[in-house]
T-cell receptor, first 111, second 110 residues
């Protein structure tokens, strides 16, 4: 059974904190993605990675960075969390260039 | 970049009736159009997709149509059932990135 897992379902952080969101897939997929989902805005791409140590900016990369040291793991980093980064964060993986399988999501609240 | 508009934002249909969700896209180079279903509190799931060299694709009760000239594509659900209640997202891939529509909340009325 296909699995994409995320490190936390719910996370509460304070403004200015460094935040790590982790995503792991067990399908040996080359491609992994980070999206944020906000009501009325759909899913917006933050970053994606097509191979280990490779990354590409998506539509809204400002305030975020990513790390992919191993094929199965893709991390999203908020260097200094701000209240406008309160959102649902979804990770996805794929054997193609578009997301096939999503993780359960992490609802991040920044106070 | 690509811009995808999705209508309607909410849709209620009687169980057993059909539902249609429409999307338009701006980039004439877009060549791949997936649809995702997200049930309440769950992750999005890819339910069907269509490529630009095909005009229609069916999978049981769901079908997608694509009109490249008009740059619009649609999701059709026939004989709707309560488990079809969800938010549906269209998307279009142009310039190597996938752009999502803003979603349609479909409610099936028993």
């Amino acid at each position: 059974d296909v699995k994409v897992t995320q490190s936390s379902r719910y996370l509460v952080k304070r403004t200015g904190e460094k935040v790590f969101l982790e995503c792991v897939q067990d399908m040996d997929h080359e491609n992994m993605f980070w999206y944020r989902q906000d009501p009325g805005l759909g899913l917006r791409l933050i970053y994606f990675s097509y191979d280990v140590k490779m990354k590409e900016k998506g539509d809204i990369p400002e305030g975020y960075s990513v790390s992919r040291e191993k094929k199965e793991r893709f991390s999203l980093i908020l260097e200094s969390a701000s209240t406008n980064q309160t959102s649902m964060y979804l990770c996805a993986s794929s054997s193609t260039g578009t997301p096939q399988y999503f993780g359960p999501g992490t609802r991040l609240t920044v106070l | 970049g690509e811009n995808v508009e999705q209508h309607p934002s909410t849709l209620s249909v009687q169980e057993g009736d059909s539902a249609v969700i429409k999307c338009t896209y701006s980039d004439s180079a877009s060549n791949y159009f997936p649809w995702y279903k997200q049930e309440l509190g769950k992750r999005p799931q890819l339910i069907i997709d269509i490529r630009s060299n095909v005009g229609e694709k069916k999978d049981q009760r769901i079908a997608v149509t694509l009109n490249k000239t008009a740059k619009h594509f649609s999701l059709h659900i026939t004989e709707t059932q309560p488990e079809d209640s969800a938010v549906y997202f269209c998307a279009a891939r142009g310039n190597e990135k996938l752009t999502f529509g803003t979603g349609t909340r479909l409610t099936i009325i028993p």
